[in-house]
């Protein structure tokens, strides 16, 4: 609104100037400003956005690209021009490849339960229960609680010597289980927690989702013939692509970018390492390690790039699979 | 990085230049507030036990305002310390530094001012124990920090587990156990047998960090060459240590986990590394129903030791260094230690403070009444030497040494654990 006065009080003054002129030059003139802003204004409106994401958002980004070119302590007043030779070394650095397998690992446990769970969820919520909003708000609970408590009672559930998790196994007439040494081990009870806190809100936008499926569908369906659990794999799955797909790419990002759960678990207190032998230790986790425990900036920024491409990867890859499950014969869009 | 600093320099510059204009027409010797009060900020972590002190000093000297700045845990505090140090602002007036981060700030002595001669001229060396003073110092010789607390090491054990294992229980008879490591290893493997498995220590990181400490030389020589494979005593110790591991003495709980808490309601272990401010620790964890079981005595395997203590220092980048100086002085003289040591229980470093009544008739109920003042006084007095720590020491001691034999506590072989060590060191060395 203020941008169309003040387009219009530009016109006014822009033809003080020019004096009393013709009719139709001035008109010409408004028409022009009025073109204007019906074709930039939305530029303009979008823009506060985009300034502050270049600052805070894009700027980091290349900056880090150019750290990760120099040999760069923490407390460093000339840091020394070494092209790739970070790149170099971590393709070289046995720990890198651990925390790569590790991030992977935690990542499949985590997000491929995850995303079916969610869907299973949002299918029950979909059916008639009493009082939806109560177990709809209820899936959401442990979303809403703080990442650190979570982390910090997580932690002693599954504590190797004290942990209810393995009390519990041991009365069921099972072996304890050492969460903290066991690489295998330490990454499930890390998925479990990572699947604790987010399966809920995917379930959320999902059951959103599958709320807009068209009745008539589902009724048309039924007329054919089709039982409820062909439904859910003919038409529900089916309609439900695009917002698997989002559900899908954010928990990739999500999932391979894990730092506080594997932190929070360590036995030792405050530590980066990701478990005795970094068996937990994740890629964050490792980049944080670097930068503010080795004091190497340029090595973690070489990290976060290297991080940064492979989330790109595995986000189209998982992109062209979602596509690919959850295509019927058609393609609707 | 680099942006950002070249506009804190341009804005110290400004600043600078704004208090040299200031000094020139007031003929002042620093930057002050409008009324001529010096405002001095000053930057601590857990407790010091000051909370008292600055309004007496701010009494004593009417032109001084001081503004503390206190942070709940070490491990934060430390970081934005090194953070602040890298981005040339942001530190206080006096900052305080504990021992186990000493070597890092020694490796840039450079950024802090050298107290013997900025500091008040009465304030001698010989106004602490001599390694406490030795340790403050980079290899220079400058003094970076005026020592605040310490940590002497005594040996704290269950009586009651003692009793069951048919070990001495009395704190005189106990001593012959813990005369060296050896005997120390030795009463473990009785005791083992004895209880029918139950652990001798919580975790051997806190037995070889103890026994590194006690070597001549700590993880790098006075070149500052790492040592880790050519100082035969420091595979010795390992080796003590790990075969102790294999032997069933360690409870392996990483120590201030919450596994480890739970240890001592469980009495997991037997005997505990002691510096003066764990009696608080066990007291807490251990709880009121272990009360009267707990012991502590004033021996140590292999003489003494220290852990745990500060230092205060002065960055340069303090606009008021003197006066920063003079607080920091006066602080840790022995009348406000003795002070601290009342209000929080943190034990003075100052030879005279130790020798003070108040200190020497302090007792612990927890731990049978013991004259607890009295006997870390002694264990004070019975650490031999400073070592030197070469720049990363801190760092391996933690981050080296101590995930390694958890690794071995977990099951790991102690020449695969020797290997993580040796690795994890020579890349934080690198």
Sequence with gaps: MSTELAAATGARQGDEPTGPGPVRSRSTWRDRLGRWDVKYSPYLYVAPFFVIFGIVGLFPLLYTAWVSLFDWDLIDDNPSFIGLENYAALFGDAQFWKTLVNTFSIFLLSSVPQVIMAVLLAALLNTRLRAPTGWRVGILMPYVASLVALGIIFANLFGPNYGLVNGILETVGLDRVDWQADRFASHVAIAIMVNWRWTGYNALIVLAAMQAIPKELHEAAVVDGAGPVRRFFSVTLPLLRPTLIFVVVTSTIGGLQIFTEPKLF??????????????????????????FEREDLGYASAVAWVLFLIIILVALVNFFLTRRIATTGEDRR | MRHRRRHVLALTSILSAATLLAAACGGSGGPESSDGRIELTIGTFGEFGYEGLYAEYERLHPNITITPHKTGQGGPYHEALFTKLGAGSGLDDVMAVEEGHLSDVLAKSSRFHDLADLGPADVKPDRWLDWKYQAGLDKQGKLVGYGTDIGPLAMCYRKDLFQQAGLPTDPQEVKSLFESWDSYFEAGDRFVRESGGTAWFDSAAQLFNAMQNQLQTGFFDRSDTLVVESNPAIKQNWDKVTAAV?????????????????????????????????????????????????????????????????????????????????????????????????????????????????????????????????????????????????????????????????????????????????????????
């Design chain 1, 266 to 291: 360590d036995a030792m207190p405050g530590s980066n390492n990701g478990g005795s032998t970094n068996q937990f230790q994740t890629i964050t986790l490792y980049m944080y390690q670097s930068a």
């Design chain 2, 246 to 430: 294999e032997r069933g003495q360690s409870a392996g709980l990483v120590a201030f986990s919450n596994e480890w808490n739970s240890g001592f309601k469980s009495s997991a272990f037997a005997t505990k590394t002691c510096p003066s401010w764990m009696l608080g620790v066990i007291e807490e964890q251990a709880g009121p129903e272990h009360a009267g079981q707990w012991a502590v005595t004033d021996a140590f395997p292999g003489g003494g030791g220290n852990w745990g203590g500060s230092y205060l220092t002065v960055p340069t980048q303090s606009e008021h260094p003197e006066e920063a100086a003079a607080l920091a002085a006066w602080l840790t003289a022995p009348e406000q230690q003795i002070k601290a040591f009342k209000a929080k229980g943190v034990f003075p470093s100052q030879v005279q403070a130790l020798e003070s009544p108040e200190l020497l008739a302090a007792t612990n109920d927890y731990f049978g009444g013991v004259k607890d003042g009295e006997l870390f006084a002694t264990q004070a007095r019975k650490v031999g030497h400073a070592q030197y720590k070469g720049p990363g020491d801190g760092k391996i001691q933690e981050n080296a040494v101590a995930p390694a034999l958890q690794a071995v506590e977990q099951g790991a072989s102690p020449d695969e654990g020797w290997r993580q060590f040796v690795d994890a060191s020579a890349q934080i060395a690198r």
